[in-house]
């Protein structure tokens, strides 16, 4: 039934990514090279950044559509409230997802009321909704006082291995032909 509703939605392909374990250092090198005037990397030999493309490219996200936005609650009674409207049934924590955060690994429950027409979800575009809270998260990172990160783990590892062929884990002339979402080679 859920794997029904993720096809119908467009979500499916993105379900498949799963978690992508990363090198945690590299992640530290970029939050410390990130500037937050530009939204850019400033690396020794240019800036470079994150962009709708990459994330439409990366994760198979639509860019063009409707905002990603509107009134948020994450209390426990409103998880509820919101999970038996949509699903007809009590909360129960499981899956993967695209805004993942430090706590847990599975969606913000900010983003449920979006769920609550089905048939509308593949007309938001998430992609720039992903995009925002990199850029989100990566400003968080990048203060002084910040002891965690919650970044898009997938999102920021998968982009750095596409444009930084040099330090990827695998190499990219043996993983598979190129499709889209790129995360889930």
């Known amino acids: 039934m859920v794997e029904n509703h993720l096809r119908a939605t467009e979500f499916y392909h993105v379900s498949k990514i799963g978690v992508i374990r990363g090198f945690h250092p590299l992640l530290a090198a970029l939050v410390e090279r990130w500037r937050l005037e530009t939204h850019t990397f400033v690396l020794p030999v240019d800036e470079v950044t ?10 198979g996200l639509p860019i063009n559509g ?11 009674d409103f998880v509820q409230s919101q999970s038996m409207a949509i699903f007809g049934r009590e909360p129960v924590l499981s ?3 695209l805004f993942a ?4 690994a599975y ?24 995009l925002a809270h990199l850029y989100r998260a990566l400003y968080r990172a990048s203060r002084y006082d ?4 919650d ?24 993983l598979p032909p190129a499709e889209i979402p790129v995360a889930m080679r």
């Open 107 to 130: 969606a913000h429950a900010k983003y449920l009321p979006l769920l609550r027409e089905f048939e509308r979800i593949h007309t938001y575009s998430w992609g720039s909704a992903c």
């Open 151 to 174: 970044v898009p783990l997938n999102l920021l590892f998968v982009w750095v291995w596409e444009r930084m062929l040099c330090i990827a884990p695998i190499p990219r002339h043996t």
């Open 95 to 97: 899956g993967s997802t």
């Open 101 to 104: 955060d430090k706590s847990t």
């Open 66 to 76: 409707e905002p990603v936005s509107g009134w948020t609650n994450s209390s426990s």
């Open 146 to 149: 910040t002891k965690e990160m």
């Open 50 to 59: 994150v962009t709708l493309e990459d994330v439409a490219h990366i994760f």
